[in-house]
């Protein structure tokens, strides 16, 4: 029987096939049970932290996998299998969930976890389209993180990727210290999620009182040479600080404030930079470090005043928000001077941590306000009735004299939604 020979061979690949199940299916579920065992390691920065990594620390413990320090840099036998597959799906973005999605990027460290998860709150509240968070976080963040946002029980409305904090290895404590900890990571971010077209990025102190999707919609605006968005440092220049005392180059009459930067990442990727450093134009990776050892004795504000400097040099390249899509203190502290805000604030940014002191009652009761807004209640009578209450108690202060500026907009915001709820019913 000449066919015996066949028949026997195809047995043999299916037990062979059979058998490569099985094994694949034991060690998936080693590997779920390492997740689901927290470490009990000491926590070191650079090593990664909570229920998604667990045991397989031990084999990484000393190498951080990220952008900067991939799999295929590591010392052979420093790193097993489980951290190969690790480093090749750590960015993978995930897919459009049936619409595009608008991209937000936010950096944690610190005590910075309360005022990341009320930002993200107040995008998620009122978004129209899909959200996907990049949040880049201290490993020691990464648990209440997950935990915190996988109790928000409405997957339709976003996901979210954690990421370590990362710099490149020549000065990285400079760049992690810069400013304030861990902040300058938003200059690097073209550059690790090379998958993402355009993204958001926001501060932790920034809350949103009007859909993400409108600010998102500014991306429609960008001319052929725009790059990115931001909003005035000031606008009243006899109150500003770069006109004033800055040391360096910076864009236009009073610079530019990078708490809410709207980005086209492949733009970024692909521009070549004009610069005071050669006559020769850079790409964006090429240009950070030789600005930073140039300047970095003369710059006060950290990245802020870097990208003031590059887009000094190269203008073209910025559209310019409007202030009330950036509304921080410095906007009604000696009265009011975003006069685009008489329509509302639509961005709130509460800089010089004015959400947690006196200085600034009204920026607090707004911040307050969502924090101790729970999902699914009723949000004229559990935010914005309490807000408006906490808000008359304010008139004391310039900001507090013109409080209705800060819930016009919200207000609009808030019976907008209801009525969008309303139709689809």
């Known amino acids: 029987m000449r066919w015996r020979p066949a028949a026997r061979l195809v047995l043999l690949c299916l037990a062979f096939g059979f058998c490569s199940l099985l094994y694949a299916f034991s060690h998936r579920g080693d590997r779920n049970t390492e997740q689901e065992t927290p470490t009990s390691l000491p926590r070191r920065v650079g090593q990664r932290t909570g229920p998604r990594y667990g045991q397989s620390e031990e084999r990484c413990q000393d190498f951080s996998l990220s952008f900067w320090n991939p799999y295929w840099m590591l010392p052979i036998g420093k790193c097993g299998k489980d951290c190969f597959w690790e480093a090749a799906f750590r960015y993978k973005i995930p897919v459009n969930h049936g619409m595009e999605a608008m991209h937000l990027a936010v950096v944690a460290c610190g005590s910075r976890l309360e005022e990341t998860i009320t930002m993200l709150k107040s ?215 975003c006069h685009e805000a008489e329509d509302g604030i639509f961005v709130l940014h509460g800089n010089r941590g004015v959400y947690h002191d006196e200085k600034q009652p009204a920026f607090r009761a707004v911040y307050e306000a969502f924090r101790n807004y729970s999902f699914g209640n009723d949000l004229i009578h559990s935010l914005l009735n309490p807000l408006e209450l906490e808000l008359q108690k304010t008139v004391h202060t310039y900001c507090g004299r013109i409080h209705n500026l800060f819930t016009k907009q919200l207000t609009k915001t808030i019976e907008d939604l209801y009525r969008r709820q309303s139709n689809v019913r």
């Open 123 to 337: 995008a998620v509240l009122f978004s129209r389209k899909f959200l996907q968070f990049h949040i880049f976080a201290e490993d020691s963040l990464h648990y209440d993180f997950k935990t915190t946002l996988n109790g928000w029980t409405f997957p339709e409305k976003f996901k979210y990727t954690l990421y370590p904090i990362t710099f490149p290895t020549e000065n990285a404590a400079e760049w992690k210290k810069l400013f304030k900890p861990c902040a300058s990571q938003r200059l690097f971010l073209p550059l690790i999620l090379k998958e993402v077209d355009s993204l958001l990025y926001v501060d932790t102190d920034i809350l949103f009182l009007r859909p993400f999707d409108d600010i998102w919609s500014f991306l429609n605006n960008f001319n052929a040479t725009h790059i990115a968005a931001m909003a005035p440092e000031h606008e009243e220049p006899r109150i500003g600080w770069y006109n004033r005392f800055a040391r360096h180059p910076y864009y236009g009459k009073t610079g530019i404030n990078s708490g809410v930067m709207l980005m086209n990442m492949t733009r970024m990727r692909r521009k070549h930079f004009k610069n005071d450093m050669t006559t020769s134009r850079l790409h964006w990776g090429d240009l950070l470090l030789p600005l930073f050892k140039k300047y970095k004795l003369n710059i006060t504000w950290g990245d802020q005043d870097l990208l003031n400097i590059m887009f000094s040099h190269n203008p073209e390249s910025l559209f310019v928000f409007p202030c009330q899509w950036n509304y921080r203190p410095d906007h009604c502290i000696y009265g009011s001077n």
